[in-house]
Nanobody, 126 residues
Framework: QVHLVESGGGSVQAGGSLRLSCVAS????????MAWFRQAPGKEREGVAG?????????YADSVRGRFTFSRDIGNNTLYHLQMNSLKPDDTAMYYC??????????????????WGQGTQVTVSS
């Protein structure tokens, strides 16, 4: 079992920045891929960014590429950060950290993710 806890959400104005964090505990060795998803009110949950747990290989949704950076903490390999810059009102959503134990499937296929955090709210005002 892998336990995920997100933090760092908040309210900012458009153009601002936030850094979300996700700390993993438990059987972290079983997680091979980490990802951030988000869900805005009235919309389906969507993939935002992903990273291999053991390599600095990242993937981003087109809507955030160039603005968001997903990384693993240098000093703590169970801590992950999502740096979000140039935020837009469309980025307003609940953000969830997720992990999976398999390389199979599309990076943003939610059905392949075994573990989820409770979410952290991001609100961007215009």
């Amino acid at each position: 079992q892998v336990h995920l806890v997100e933090s760092g959400g908040g309210s900012v104005q458009a153009g601002g920045s936030l850094r979300l964090s996700c700390v993993a505990s438990g059987r972290t060795s079983s997680a091979v891929y980490m990802a951030w998803f988000r869900q805005a009110p009235g919309k389906e949950r969507e993939g935002v960014a992903g990273i291999y747990a053991r390599a600095p290989i990242t993937y981003y949704a087109d809507s955030v590429r160039g603005r968001f950076t997903f990384s693993r903490d240098i000093g703590n390999n169970t801590l992950y950060h999502l740096q979000m810059n140039s935020l837009k009102p469309d980025d307003t959503a609940m953000y969830y950290c997720a992990a999976r134990g398999s390389y199979e499937g599309d990076y943003f296929d939610q059905q392949t993710y075994n573990y989820w955090g409770q979410g952290t709210q991001v609100t961007v005002s215009s």
